[in-house]
């Protein structure tokens, strides 16, 4: 079965830094989409960035990157030029191309400091 | 487009009664998801439906809970009785094809 591991339970970053949120995940498979997901103190789910496992590009949206290294299993979330409204749960998620399920990990929680 | 739908956005409920929780999802997707999240166990997947037909129930964590998606764009989640280690946010989230999910503001429940 597929995990998610997020191994940072909280991250904290200033204003106008940049902070990268690390993910692994564990799958046998091939092909794959890996997503980011904001969770703010509304408790909306919104997505942020998603990644196809097919595609070597690393996604890009506005601000946020992610550094896919599909050998390592591992799908970090860069945010640059960070603001308050940045703050939130951030959770990495998995869907394979054989199911439609997604899995999430255990979620980052993000502090961004004036 | 309004998004997925949830109702209530907060239940408080005694124990031993039924809770219904509805969600109506984005109009055209054919996956509707149900998931709960909590402290201890973070978002777990409950059940989904493709084209309203059940197609995973493992999540479902026993025979108190039941979901139902009589059309496309109806759906319930079920709980009786309820019991307070029942308590958490459940979601409901939508997607077409099953590639971009969206999801509801959920329903925080409570179980005294």
């Known amino acids: 079965a597929q995990t998610v591991t997020q191994s940072q339970p909280e991250m904290s970053v200033q204003e106008a830094e940049t902070v990268t949120l690390s993910c692994t995940y564990d799958t046998s498979e091939s092909d794959y989409y890996l997503f980011w997901y904001k969770q703010p103190p509304s408790r909306q789910m919104i997505l942020v960035i998603r990644q196809e496992a097919y595609k070597q590009q690393n996604a890009t949206e506005n601000r946020f990157s992610v550094n896919f290294q599909k050998a390592a299993k591992s799908f970090s979330l860069k945010i640059s030029d960070s603001q308050l409204g940045d703050a939130a749960m951030y959770f990495c998620a998995y869907r394979s191309y054989n199911t439609d399920k997604l899995i999430f990990g255990t979620g980052t929680r993000l502090q961004v400091f004036p | ?112």
């Open chain 2, 1 to 112: 487009d309004a998004g997925v739908i949830q109702s209530p956005r907060h239940e408080v409920t005694e124990m031993g009664q039924e809770v219904t929780l509805r969600c109506k999802p984005i109009s055209g997707h054919d996956y509707l998801f149900w998931y709960r999240q909590t402290m201890m166990r973070g978002l777990e997947l409950l059940i989904y439906f493709n084209n309203n037909v059940p197609i995973d129930d493992s999540g479902m964590p026993e025979d108190r809970f039941s979901a139902k998606m009589p059309n496309a764009s109806f759906s319930t989640l079920k709980i009786q009785p309820s019991e307070p280690r029942d308590s958490a946010v459940y979601f409901c989230a939508s997607s077409f094809a099953g590639y971009g999910y969206t999801f509801g503001s959920g329903t925080r429940l409570t179980v005294v």
